[in-house]
């Protein structure tokens, strides 16, 4: 499974970033199929942290610090994972990540740990 980011830059706060992850290297019925798809960032001197997640059936889970300003959503047709971005702060700026995992989870972690597949990253700068 590859996972390709795109869409980060640099933004004032009270500003708005679309963030895409774009999935290939599997198909809807091999094992390596995401179940559990998210977001996370890791800002200089910091853990890496999930900051929203969603899973095959669309289901939803945010860090708090991001509840109504982020949403993550998905266009199974496009394999493309998507993040909005409203109302940015500068406490927001890290490096985003997308991460896959094709195991069942009840509800999709939010702990980096459980993902075993990982994009890249795509920087955003909110001053």
């Known amino acids: 499974v590859q996972l390709v980011e795109s869409g980060g830059g640099s933004v004032q706060a009270g500003g708005s970033l679309r963030l895409s992850c774009a999935a290939s290297g599997y198909t809807a019925s091999s094992y390596y199929s995401p179940y559990c798809m998210g977001w996370f960032r890791q800002a200089p001197g910091k853990q890496r942290e999930g900051v929203a997640t969603i899973d095959k059936e669309g289901s939803t889970s945010y860090a708090d610090s991001v509840k109504g300003r982020f949403t993550i959503s998905k266009d199974t047709a496009k394999n493309t994972l998507y993040l909005q971005m409203d109302s940015l702060k500068p406490e927001d700026t890290a490096m985003y990540s997308c991460?896959?995992?094709?195991?069942?989870?009840?509800?999709?972690?939010?702990?980096?740990?459980?993902?075993?597949?990982w994009g890249q990253g795509t920087q955003v700068t909110v001053s």
């Open positions: 991460a896959a995992d094709p195991l069942f989870q009840v509800r999709c972690s939010l702990r980096p740990a459980e993902y075993t597949f």
